[in-house]
Nanobody
Framework: QVQLVESGGGLVQPGGSLRLSCAAS????????MGWYRQAPGNQRELVAT???????NYADSVKGRFTISRDNAKKTVFLEMNSLKPEDTAVYYC?????????WGQGTQVTVSS
C-alpha cells in the first residue's frame, strides 16, 4: 500500500526556518506530481506548493519567495524548505501525490510558528 510519511515539523519562532520531508513508498514517484498542502484550525485545506514530474513548480501567493519545494526522484522524497516563517503559516502540513487516476495523502505534520 502507498505510504507518504512526513517529517520535520515543529515549533519555530517567527522569522525562523523549517524543512519538511515526505518519503514515499510503493508509488510511481517519478511520474507523480508531488505537493504540499496545509490546513489551519477552522480553515479548509489549501495548496502550498506542487512540483510536477516535468519539473514545473507552483506556489501559493502567500508563500512565494519564502518557501521552496524540491524533489529527489532517486530517494522518492519531496521537500519543503520554509523560510521567514510567520504565525499565519501555522497549520498541519500534508504531503500529496497525484498521478492519473490516483491521489494519495500523508498523515500530516504540525508546524507551529509562535514566539
Amino acid at each position: 500500500q502507498v505510504q507518504l510519511v512526513e517529517s520535520g515539523g515543529g515549533l519555530v519562532q517567527p522569522g525562523g526556518s523549517l524543512r519538511l520531508s515526505c518519503a514515499a513508498s510503493r508509488i510511481f514517484f517519478s511520474i507523480s506530481t508531488m505537493g504540499w498542502y496545509r490546513q489551519a484550525p477552522g480553515n479548509q485545506r489549501e495548496l502550498v506548493a506542487t512540483f510536477t514530474s516535468g519539473g514545473i513548480t507552483n506556489y501559493a501567493d502567500s508563500v512565494k519567495g519564502r518557501f521552496t519545494i524540491s524533489r529527489d526522484n532517486a530517494k522518492k522524497t519531496v521537500f519543503l524548505e520554509m523560510n521567514s516563517l510567520k504565525p499565519e503559516d501555522t497549520a498541519v502540513y500534508y504531503c500529496n501525490a497525484v498521478r492519473p487516476g490516483f491521489t494519495y495523502w500523508g498523515q500530516g505534520t504540525q508546524v507551529t510558528v509562535s514566539s
